[in-house]
DNA sequence: CGTCCTTTTGAACATTGTCAAACACTGTGG
DNA sequence: CCACAGTGTTTGACAATGTTCAAAAGGACG
């Protein structure tokens, strides 16, 4: 691969302050590949071989245990994934699968290694990136434990909210089965939890949302800066 | 401070690989203060103007939202904590009391941050424990998602039998009332999850544990190498 | 028009949380 | 050394929340 190949990959962070030659490196062994819906690219347990980066499309990360399956994140264009266990070396945490046809670039993860060790701008964008990771997973934990389902869910649609520009009116952008998931409920559950959002003024009609009390969601939801992310 | 101060310090991975010399400017300015229990160290929302490193007894970290509380870990010699917000500059997730008297070096973050641009081997440490701190926090996010409260518990007891060298009697390192936050559970579900285990070949008997049916207890909790941190 | 999948609804059930009270443990001051 | 206060833990009754199962309703697509 060439470094005009994907012209995408230079918008990421990640690869912003490196210099040139080392970003030629990096990409000389990688290869980009489309896949089709659903198709699984890892597996938890796996050992990580390529740092992955999305494209187009989109990806779930997702764990099973026990013959449970929970959805841990989406993630979009242009981000990669799996960092950590890249630069570890060691076994992915998180299964993942594309949920829409996507373009993959695959990363040879011992390229990735060599040039981290070599490349000072890369290494402290590595640095950057694994702290957002680090601090966006501690505030999972924190929504998880410190909200109720009907307090996730009303998060949830503000933060979806203010990624499509505030606009009182938005599609959501992933099946109610897997944002149950995401969330922490059952498809049940999550269903009665939006029939609930109704008294505080939200409808949600198939994958239209629609605020129409924006003061009284907000009282429920009590959003903060210090669990909720509304970059991304 | 000097370098040898502290020589509790030479202990910690993330100061392995540094030169002396970036050490010393790391260290300098540093200074250790010992803390009596029970003292707030940081609250989370506070900008992050020191690394903190526990040199002796032990430090909660903890979350509040909505006059809900969490704890969140526990921090035991010789570790750092916080480092992620010293890294990126930004307000802490997460609030930090001492548990006993305690001594603590703190750092002043802008040193951390110049040293991390100067020195490599730093630089490659710090992104070992971010990536470490991130793999944790991903596996608790599994553990809270795809486990009952009681597999949680079951979970956590292995763990503790793992870290005291795999005896069968052992004691709880912390008091229940803050277990079961950490378990995301009440004192009072946590006491009767206690009283469940007993059928799972476990006795609590105040702070003393007795497991006198393993393997019972690992059909209830089926622990996993991509769940559960067994080094720490 | 069916077929498949998702979502919704209802009812029973399980789990967990809340509140109040009893109990146990710890450390203090008399 | 004991009485006692303060804290932490346990227990019981009950409420709230979430899950399971079954079935109906709605959508997407060949």
Redesign the interface.
């Given at each position: 691969m060439r470094a005009g190949d994907i012209p995408e990959l230079q918008k990421l962070k990640l690869f912003a302050d490196m210099t040139p030659a080392h970003f030629q490196d990096l990409i000389r062994a990688a290869y980009v590949q489309t896949f089709p819906p659903h198709v699984d690219l890892i597996s938890?347990?796996d050992h990580g071989d390529f740092l992955h980066i999305v494209v187009s499309g989109s990806v779930e990360l997702y764990?099973?245990?026990?013959h449970?399956e929970?959805s841990?994140a989406t993630v979009r264009p242009v981000s990669s994934f799996i960092?950590?266990?890249t630069?570890?070396n060691?076994?992915y945490?998180?299964s993942a699968r594309t949920l829409e046809k996507s373009r993959i670039v695959l990363l040879p993860s011992i390229d990735v290694r060599e040039i981290?060790?070599r490349d000072?701008g890369f290494?402290?964008a590595?640095?950057?990136e694994?702290?957002?990771?680090?601090?966006s997973?501690?505030?999972?934990?924190?929504n998880?434990?410190?909200?109720s389902s009907l307090e996730r869910l009303a998060n949830y649609l503000i933060r979806s909210h203010m990624r499509s520009n505030e606009a009182l009116v938005f599609e959501l952008t992933i099946k109610k089965r897997r944002l149950a998931s995401f969330l922490?409920m059952t498809p049940e559950n999550l269903s009665r939890a939006i029939k609930s959002l109704r008294s505080y003024g939200v409808q949600i009609d198939g994958t239209r949302v629609t605020i129409t009390d924006m003061n009284a969601l907000l009282k429920l939801a009590?959003p903060?800066?210090?669990?909720d992310d509304y970059s991304t």
């Open positions: 938890e347990g764990s099973v245990w026990n449970h929970t841990m960092l950590a266990a630069i570890k060691g076994p945490l998180m981290f060790d000072s290494a402290r590595v640095v950057r694994l702290a957002n990771c680090y601090r997973a501690v505030k999972d934990t924190k998880l434990k410190l909200r922490d009590k903060s800066p210090l669990i």
